[in-house]
């Protein structure tokens, strides 16, 4: 792979990584504790002014968005490690197999891991 599909394919990942941060930073918060972890926020459950249909609903939507935080954050962490590797030279190289994974497969999933034989293969 040269230079400039490496640049070319850095920007896909900032990019992806900027709207997911912004995505998940619309409901949930990153955890303090646990590196690439993201907590939903928790509902706000009125007391005095909400009726118990209210707080229902708000439970629901916290419940509905909790597969989606860690559908999210499992995508931001697979970018955040592409990036890094890039730092250090080691992008785009096959974990499972040492080889080159394919530039066309990386256009279409840039953050991929393994080249298409070994995901093929799931190794
Ligand atoms: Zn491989």
């Not at 955890?31 to 007391?47: A, I, V, Y």
């Not at 080159?100 to 070994?118: D, G, M, N, Y």
């Amino acid at each position: 792979m040269d230079k400039k599909e490496l640049k070319q394919l850095k920007k896909l990942l900032e990019i992806e990584k900027k709207k997911l941060t912004k995505d998940l930073s619309s409901f949930a918060e990153k955890d303090p504790k646990r590196k690439w972890n993201w907590l939903t926020n928790l509902p706000f459950l009125g007391e005095d002014h909400s009726s118990v249909d209210e707080n229902a609903e708000r439970i629901e939507a916290y419940e509905t968005l909790l597969p989606i935080e860690h559908t999210l954050e499992i995508r931001l962490k697979k970018i955040e490690e592409a990036l890094i590797k890039m730092n250090n030279g080691k992008y785009g190289i096959c974990e499972a197999c040492s080889l080159e994974i394919e530039p066309k497969r990386l256009e279409v999933v840039p953050e991929a891991k393994r080249c298409i034989k070994c995901k093929e293969k799931n190794v």
